[in-house]
């Protein structure tokens, strides 16, 4: 009688260690893909998914657009650069005032342009075409040679 006690108490602390080391795996596995997926996946950062203004963006012409976060008028010019519009000019207006940027000029033609575009500031962008890219000339093997 004593032996079969101690079999079943045994038997017992086996299932328990078998159900403690599956929990104990389990736990392990979500905490393995947690971290991976932490070290993969790349930040969302705001910068990634949301450009410093709003509106749509022409690639040649003119727009009125607004800006979507208070922004340098030099990271508003590269931010519409990206989205392909060769801004030749960005305006404000001040007091009533229209004040002009013109991305790349010296910094006394800039000078009466605010330092900061504050959010939710509407503001024109005339956009110059960008040129096409230039095929370049590949050597094609002729036949026969």
């Known amino acids: 009688m004593m032996h079969m006690r101690l079999t079943r108490s045994f038997e017992g602390w086996v299932r328990a260690g078998r159900a403690h080391r599956a929990a104990r795996a389990a736990v392990m596995l979500g905490l393995t893909a947690v971290t991976v997926a932490a070290l993969v ?3 969302r950062t ?3 998914t949301n450009p410093p203004y709003v509106g749509e963006v022409p690639r040649e012409g003119v727009a009125l657009l ?7 008028p030099s990271e508003l010019a590269s931010a519409l650069d990206a989205a392909r519009c060769a801004p030749e ?14 991305p ?16 939710w500031t509407g503001f024109f962008v ?3 075409a960008m040129a096409a890219p230039t095929p370049t000339a590949t050597s094609t093997p002729t036949p026969g040679s």
Request: proline fraction near 7%; hydrophobic fraction near 50%.
């Open 89 to 102: 000019v960005l305006a404000v207006t001040v007091g009533g005032q229209w004040r002009i940027y013109v």
């Open 66 to 72: 607004m800006a979507s976060t208070t922004v340098a």
């Open 126 to 128: 005339r956009c110059r």
């Open 46 to 48: 705001e910068a990634q």
């Open 41 to 43: 996946l790349p930040a």
């Open 104 to 119: 790349g000029a010296p910094a006394f033609v800039n000078e009466g342009f605010p330092s900061s575009i504050v959010q």
